[in-house]
């Protein structure tokens, strides 16, 4: 019998949604019978962004801005459904992990706060199926950052008994895990993913991304201005640590870019192709013990650019795409979602105390019938 869940990831990449309907029925892991992505619009992509700052009329724009995002939801539910020929009453439950706009945890009052824009209940009723949603607002609560929350499922696909391996999801922000063989785990946010070379390509390609890292390819990292860019004091914090646009926003990048006036558009874009190479490659080195083998998925893995300079700060490890590891890149953190969703359904509680710093092991995710 299939054990359906659907689940859709919108990251800080914020350039659309990504969705899978993945059956856990098989003892292996997770089968993937279909994919979908679907892109925003520009005028609700632009809206997502300003929201990350303080703004006027904050509270208004984000129900609506959250309106909206569930309609994407409910398009790429609709076409993950009819690419598979399935109904709506055979799948258990959708995992939607909404779209980060603010991530402050343990600030302020010790406690902190994440927000992932999301109206659940009007997912549940475009869909006709039961939503799990608000996954990291429950780890905040006990102590955690909240984020990252797919090493966990990382373990359950990825983990080898006999090696020690990396996962590294390069979206907006990247994060790493690390797969010990005794089973245990650690994982943490690296810092910058693709939220700075998606911001220069968008500004001097006018393309959402580099395609290939062919632009970055065509430049020389600038060595004083990567080694400003890695004197952040966040990329010496120990885990467990997770970060976002918050810090990483445009007005970060363009107080370190204002010396360089002059730099060449591809030299900045292979500068800051390197800092995430640079940056991810180090907290690879760092771990102990130190993975043989690194599987990277997110949209990352397709800029060939930034595989070759993770390769070539990681001489002693095999760097592969995890497509070559039976999931591809653009699945892995959807497929995470609808394997949490089946979690939270079951009642089944998850101990990330190694990746988020939370007190203990706890359930993850709101439940919203359909």
């Given at each position: 019998m299939r054990?359906?869940?659907?689940?859709?990831?919108s990251g800080t990449s914020m350039d659309g949604v990504d969705g899978v309907l993945a059956d856990f029925s098989s003892p292996t892991g997770v089968n993937v019978l279909?994919?979908?992505t679907e892109g925003f619009e520009?005028?609700?992509?632009?809206?997502?962004f300003a929201l990350n700052t303080p703004g006027d009329n904050e509270l208004h724009r984000a129900w609506l801005a959250g309106n909206a995002l569930m309609r994407?939801?409910?398009?790429?539910?609709?076409?993950?459904?009819?690419?598979?020929?399935i109904s709506a009453d055979q799948v258990t439950a959708i995992g939607a992990h909404g779209q980060t706009v603010r991530h402050r945890p343990r600030l302020y009052d010790g406690t902190g706060y994440t927000i992932q824009l999301a109206q659940p209940a009007l997912l549940a009723e475009l869909t006709r199926i039961r939503v799990v949603a608000d996954f990291r607002s429950r780890d905040v609560a006990a102590g955690g950052q909240g984020a990252p929350l797919a090493p966990v499922f990382h373990r359950a696909v990825f983990g080898q008994a006999d090696d020690c391996v990396g996962v590294l999801n390069v979206g907006g922000i990247s994060n790493l895990t690390l797969l010990r063989p005794d089973g245990s785990f650690l994982g943490f946010d690296c810092g910058p993913g693709n939220v700075f070379m998606d911001l220069w390509a968008s500004r001097h390609l006018g393309t959402p991304y580099d395609a290939d890292g062919a632009f970055a390819a065509r430049g020389r990292a600038i060595e004083p201005l990567l080694q400003s860019l890695l004197s952040e004091p966040y990329f010496r914090e120990q885990p467990p640590k997770s970060t976002g646009r918050d810090l990483f926003d445009p007005a970060w990048l363009e107080h370190r870019l204002a010396p360089y006036g002059d730099a060449t558009p591809e030299d900045i874009q292979a500068t800051l192709t390197e800092l995430t190479a640079a940056a991810c490659a180090a907290?690879?080195?760092?771990?102990?013990?130190s993975p043989s083998r690194l599987i990277v998925c997110g949209g990352g893995?397709?800029?060939?650019?930034?595989?070759?300079r993770l390769q070539a700060h990681l001489p002693g490890v095999e760097v592969i795409s995890s497509a070559e590891a039976g999931l591809p890149p653009l699945q892995v953190e959807a497929a995470a979602f609808a394997w949490l969703a089946k979690k939270a359904v079951r009642n089944?509680?998850?101990?990330?105390?190694?990746?988020?710093?939370?007190?203990?092991?706890r359930v993850l995710g709101g439940i919203y019938p359909a």
């Amino acid at each position: 019998m299939r054990d359906l869940f659907i689940g859709l990831m919108s990251g800080t990449s914020m350039d659309g949604v990504d969705g899978v309907l993945a059956d856990f029925s098989s003892p292996t892991g997770v089968n993937v019978l279909a994919h979908a992505t679907e892109g925003f619009e520009a005028s609700l992509r632009s809206e997502l962004f300003a929201l990350n700052t303080p703004g006027d009329n904050e509270l208004h724009r984000a129900w609506l801005a959250g309106n909206a995002l569930m309609r994407v939801y409910a398009a790429v539910v609709g076409q993950l459904l009819t690419t598979a020929g399935i109904s709506a009453d055979q799948v258990t439950a959708i995992g939607a992990h909404g779209q980060t706009v603010r991530h402050r945890p343990r600030l302020y009052d010790g406690t902190g706060y994440t927000i992932q824009l999301a109206q659940p209940a009007l997912l549940a009723e475009l869909t006709r199926i039961r939503v799990v949603a608000d996954f990291r607002s429950r780890d905040v609560a006990a102590g955690g950052q909240g984020a990252p929350l797919a090493p966990v499922f990382h373990r359950a696909v990825f983990g080898q008994a006999d090696d020690c391996v990396g996962v590294l999801n390069v979206g907006g922000i990247s994060n790493l895990t690390l797969l010990r063989p005794d089973g245990s785990f650690l994982g943490f946010d690296c810092g910058p993913g693709n939220v700075f070379m998606d911001l220069w390509a968008s500004r001097h390609l006018g393309t959402p991304y580099d395609a290939d890292g062919a632009f970055a390819a065509r430049g020389r990292a600038i060595e004083p201005l990567l080694q400003s860019l890695l004197s952040e004091p966040y990329f010496r914090e120990q885990p467990p640590k997770s970060t976002g646009r918050d810090l990483f926003d445009p007005a970060w990048l363009e107080h370190r870019l204002a010396p360089y006036g002059d730099a060449t558009p591809e030299d900045i874009q292979a500068t800051l192709t390197e800092l995430t190479a640079a940056a991810c490659a180090a907290d690879a080195r760092a771990s102990r013990p130190s993975p043989s083998r690194l599987i990277v998925c997110g949209g990352g893995a397709l800029n060939r650019h930034l595989m070759q300079r993770l390769q070539a700060h990681l001489p002693g490890v095999e760097v592969i795409s995890s497509a070559e590891a039976g999931l591809p890149p653009l699945q892995v953190e959807a497929a995470a979602f609808a394997w949490l969703a089946k979690k939270a359904v079951r009642n089944e509680a998850l101990d990330l105390q190694s990746t988020t710093g939370a007190r203990g092991a706890r359930v993850l995710g709101g439940i919203y019938p359909a």
